[in-house]
């Protein structure tokens, strides 16, 4: 069992909403920053504040490319 467990726990976690998920999108863009140590890493309600900041920028530039929306903000 325990061998189990090691091997579960090195396995690669699917990420969810993936196939939705265009590549090169602000949403597939938002999706791998938080499987990232720099979301990981900090407390609780720091992950929180930045996933609210994130999920509303999402909302209304999710489905566009990263490219387009660099240059729109910039």
Do not use: C
């Not at 090169?24 to 930045?50: C, F």
């Not at 994130?54 to 209304?60: D, G, K, S, T």
Request: glycine share 4%.
């Amino acid at each position: 069992m325990a061998d189990y467990h090691a091997a579960e726990a090195d396995a690669p976690r699917p990420q969810l909403g993936a196939s939705r998920t265009k590549p090169g999108t602000v949403s597939a863009a938002i999706a791998a920053y938080y499987i990232s140590v720099q979301y990981l890493n900090p407390a609780d309600s720091t992950r929180a504040v930045r996933r609210n900041i994130l999920e509303r920028f999402r909302a209304e530039h999710g489905d566009k490319r990263i490219s387009t929306t660099v240059a729109v903000l910039t």
